[in-house]
């Protein structure tokens, strides 16, 4: 399933959170968005400085990550 934001469709990626904190570096692979901000959310109240990256090592924008989530959950057909 591919996602479209602002009528601009995009391919799905496989996400990376990656984090730094207290014991070392984490790599995380997620092909869930909701997974990799909650992994994100997680690993941030626990002391790590995380992020989410796509698989060539780009910075994901969080907040365009959330809105491109509630906008597909709000076009799903209700049941």
């Not at 994100?40 to 400085?49: D, E, P, S």
């Not at 924008?61 to 491109?68: C, F, V, W």
């Amino acid at each position: 399933m591919s996602l479209v934001i602002r009528n601009v469709r995009c391919e799905p990626v496989s996400i990376v959170v990656k984090a730094e904190g207290p014991s070392g570096r984490a790599k995380i692979h997620s092909d869930g968005p909701k997974h990799a901000l909650g992994l994100t959310q997680y690993l941030r109240t626990i002391g790590y400085n995380a992020w989410i990256e796509d698989t060539k090592g780009n910075e994901i924008d969080e907040k365009a990550l959330k809105m491109a989530i509630r906008s597909r959950h709000e076009d799903a057909p209700s049941s």
